[in-house]
């Protein structure tokens, strides 16, 4: 499949970029760097836009400087999610990255993964530049997504990347439950809110439990298979980094569980509805991707 925001660069540039991402041994990117610039600058675009759409909430002001930057994020955190999922559905069926599920490559795949790698590098310095409220390990979960997400150019696994982006399916439904948790009451009603705790329960469950222990094991499989025609840390970094991050979203999900018991107990009970997550795991909540 073509990509449609593919520019031919002027000659000596082509030869330069060229050179640099084939001496980092991702030749693939060469083609892409626009890509990931305009990514990166549409999602610090939206942040330095969080203000303005902070004003359309008549408590935006009154939230505390670590609240109103969580809405910010959010706030990028859906426009990203709901990008990405619209990008990655047509590479599905992207003829060129179907004849090998390892080494394949295709200039829309590139285009999915250069939006992808676009949101990591933001999300990466938003986790350095915020470190003191968000701590080092989310720091080093966006440079290590940041990192996983570069290996495709070499080009490796853009076959397998919208089935792991597609784990994005149950974001939306995360940050929609942020949103009321921190607008005014009655901005969203509880009946919305218990339903879509709901559907993030099912979308997480079916997206990063069920399909994303399937992608792992296909994957291996997959990988097991040509092993012989790469280093073996490669696959083993992969593998390693979405094991681990499907283990984290097992514990995730048990937690969201309890919380929407919590809430079920409390509509029945016609007492206050508690939050679906704490405010501790509301600031993580844009790390879930």
């Known amino acids: 499949m073509i990509d449609p925001l593919a520019i031919e660069y002027p000659e000596r540039v082509t030869a330069s970029l060229d050179a640099i991402c084939g001496y980092v ?33 008549s408590s935006y002001k009154t939230l505390n400087e670590r609240t109103r930057l969580n809405f910010d994020i959010h706030i990028v955190s859906q426009v990203q999610c709901i990008l990405i999922l619209a990008l990655a559905f047509p590479a599905f069926f992207d003829p060129d990255l179907q004849d090998d599920h390892i080494f394949a490559y295709s200039p829309y ?30 720091a080093l979960h966006g440079v290590a997504s940041l990192s996983v997400f570069l290996l495709s150019f070499r080009p490796f696994l853009m076959y397998y990347g919208p089935i792991f982006l597609y784990f994005e399916l149950s974001t939306p439904f995360l940050n929609v439950h942020w949103f009321a948790g921190h607008l005014p009451t009655g901005t969203i009603s509880e009946t919305v809110q218990l339903v879509n705790g709901i559907i993030l329960l099912v979308t997480f ?41 499907n283990c984290l979203n097992v514990y995730w999900f048990t937690k969201m569980i309890k919380a929407v018991q919590r809430r079920l107990n409390s509509v029945k009970a016609g007492t206050t509805v508690p939050d679906l997550l704490t405010e501790e795991e509301d600031v993580k909540g844009h790390k879930m991707e």
């Not at 041994?25 to 892409?32: D, E, R, T, V, W």
């Not at 676009?118 to 990466?124: E, T």
Request: glycine share 10%; proline share 5%; with cysteine.
């Open 109 to 138: 795949g590139g285009l999915v993964y250069a939006f992808a790698v676009g949101y990591f590098a933001w999300d990466s310095y938003i986790s350095i530049k915020y470190i003191k409220w968000f701590g080092p390990g989310f």
């Open 205 to 245: 469950f079916s997206a990063r439990l069920v399909c994303g222990f399937y992608a792992i094991g296909r994957l291996t499989f997959d990988a097991w298979a040509v092993l012989d025609k790469m280093p073996f840390w490669l696959p083993s970094v992969v593998l390693t980094s979405n094991l681990s991050l």
């Open 25 to 57: 041994h991702l030749p693939a990117l060469s083609k892409h760097i626009h890509e990931v610039v305009l990514a990166f600058a549409l999602y610090q675009g939206l942040f330095l836009l969080g203000p303005f759409f902070g004003s359309f909430v």
